[in-house]
């Protein structure tokens, strides 16, 4: 769809938020769109590495309430459901995830960005907890991932309050990974998202697996997860190309198998 533009350069796929007008607000047919784009990704052989990012400077300003699409929508719950599935499709996404922030990201458009496996934003971006200002509660994933992100305290001053918030001090806040100038925001992501496509998929998608249940899990039962992953790892052809390259002294070559 125009709003959303799915783009694959080798392995490295790149979702854009083109609604520039709006600075990226997100329409009702546009999460239907997500959760199929994160869908698609998920099911290629040949994408190793996410970036999610907006068009023309800005990330996204949140969910575009005032569509006059979306006011003609089913109210109620039902109105949650493809918000719901987005968020899931992209949590659930076993390949690794880069946020890529420029400009504004706001209520749901911030906690699409947080809910990537690693954000890098300019320092010209803006983050807010938008909700409350437009007399909302937080949606997408966002009570759940501010808590395990900064604590239940901070969490709650973000939600409640609604403020907008520098790149310098979501930076101090640990919400990203890294705050790169304006100009070398794309040469900067490019770098992390060729190192990941770079990677062994299957390790890689364990890892990001386990850490994400890390926190609703006891101490044994991530031991015996990671017992279970290391015991698939070492069958796989990738394991004896890395010990096969550290022997040979090059640059491993992993096929994900």
């Not at 350069?9 to 709006?22: C, E, F, G, Q, V």
């Not at 395990?148 to 979501?170: P, Q, W």
Request: charged share 20%.
């Amino acid at each position: 769809m125009e709003d959303l533009q799915l783009g694959i350069d080798k392995s490295i796929a790149t979702l854009t938020l083109n609604r520039p007008k709006t600075k990226n607000a997100i329409t009702s047919e546009m999460w239907v769109g997500l959760r199929e784009a994160f869908a698609a990704v998920e099911s290629n052989p040949q994408v190793r590495v996410l970036i999610v990012t907006g068009a023309n400077g800005d990330f996204c300003s949140g969910a575009d309430v005032g569509h006059t699409g979306d006011r003609q929508q089913v109210s109620g719950m039902a109105r949650m459901v493809p918000v719901n599935d987005a968020a899931l499709a992209l949590h659930n996404l076993s390949k690794p995830t880069i946020a890529k922030v420029d400009g504004i990201a706001a209520g749901a458009g911030m906690n699409l960005a947080l809910g990537c496996d690693l954000v890098v934003a300019s320092d010209r971006s803006r983050f807010s907890e938008i909700f409350a200002r437009r007399a909302l509660s937080v949606d997408f994933g966002g009570t759940w991932l501010l808590p395990r992100l900064i604590g239940l305290h901070k969490a709650k001053e973000l939600a409640l309050f609604a403020d907008v918030l520098s790149a310098g001090e979501v930076a101090e806040l640990g919400l990203v990974n890294r705050i790169v100038p304006a100009a070398e925001l794309d040469s900067f992501v490019d770098q992390w998202a060729t190192r990941l496509a770079s990677g062994p998929p299957i390790a890689l998608a364990s890892t990001k697996r386990m850490l994400n249940d890390g926190l609703d899990t006891s101490f044994a039962k991530a031991l015996t997860a990671e017992a279970r992953s290391q015991a698939l790892n070492f069958t796989t052809d990738d394991v004896r190309e890395a010990g096969l390259a550290w022997f040979e002294k090059r640059a491993t070559n992993f096929s994900g198998s």
